[in-house]
């Protein structure tokens, strides 16, 4: 599974986008980049899946570029209540075998 | 989405007591369900992978003899801390893969702490 690296930790305010980077190098053709968050004391979420460039759901977008070594993550006008971590993963594709390993994450921190 | 439920969402025990820990789909069948462990500040830690009708599959480090799992019907799947020390405190998740893509759906978590 391809190792992502991400920032420790990042601070927004309300209203503003957030737009959180991972890089994943050594990315596999099957595999897919999929993001998770999670609150304090609860288990992670789902937010978005993405295999290249441009996907986009209710409450966030994904942009991948055509090398796909490495992903954005936006969040638009984020609220206080975005202040989660927020995961970065590598899922294998074609042999899915359903194991994540989770990095360090990003901590957001929105200020009112 | 589909739904994971965990029960007891928090537990206190005393040091050499056994616990254990119930990860349900709740509407839907997973064969496969996964269990991770997250110390405070840490990220979640993939500890074994559970299989139903057939034995679970440990990640490298993590003593099969000290967490049990058992994964007996397509909904359910145990976790059982044995002999539990403080050191074993932690926040325990689980998750199960569902749908034709295998997507992963996580648990709320459970609470353990031993005094």
């Known amino acids: 599974l391809a190792k992502t690296t991400q920032p420790i930790s990042m601070d927004s305010y309300e209203g503003q986008e957030v737009n959180i980077t991972c890089s994943h190098n050594?990315?596999?053709?099957?595999?897919?980049i999929t993001w998770y968050q999670q609150f304090p004391s609860q288990g992670p979420r789902f937010i978005i899946q993405g295999y290249k460039t441009k996907v986009t759901n209710e409450v966030a977008s994904l942009f991948i570029p055509a090398d796909r070594k490495s992903s954005t993550l936006s969040l638009p006008r984020v609220s206080l209540s975005d202040t989660a971590v927020y995961y970065c993963?590598?899922?294998?594709?074609?042999?899915?075998?359903?194991?994540?390993?989770f990095g360090q994450g990003t901590t957001l921190q929105v200020k009112p | 989405g589909a739904v994971v439920s965990q029960h007891p969402s928090r537990v206190i025990c005393k040091s050499g007591t056994s616990v254990k820990i119930e990860c349900r789909s709740l509407d839907f069948q997973a064969t496969t369900m996964f269990w991770y462990r997250q110390f405070p500040k840490q990220s979640l830690m993939l500890m074994a992978t559970?299989?139903?009708?057939?034995?679970?599959?440990?990640e490298q480090g993590v003593e099969k003899d000290k967490f049990l799992i058992n994964h007996a019907s397509l909904t359910l799947s145990t976790l059982t801390v044995t002999s539990a020390h403080p050191e074993d405190s932690s926040f325990y998740i689980c998750?199960?893969?569902?749908?034709?893509?295998?997507?992963?759906?996580f648990g709320p978590g459970t609470r353990l702490t031993v005094l």
């Open positions: 559970s299989n139903e009708g057939s034995k679970a599959t440990y």
């Open positions: 998750s199960a893969l569902a749908g034709e893509n295998n997507e992963q759906f």
């Open positions: 050594n990315i596999a053709t099957n595999d897919y």
């Open positions: 993963l590598v899922v294998m594709g074609a042999s899915n075998t359903g194991k994540l390993i």
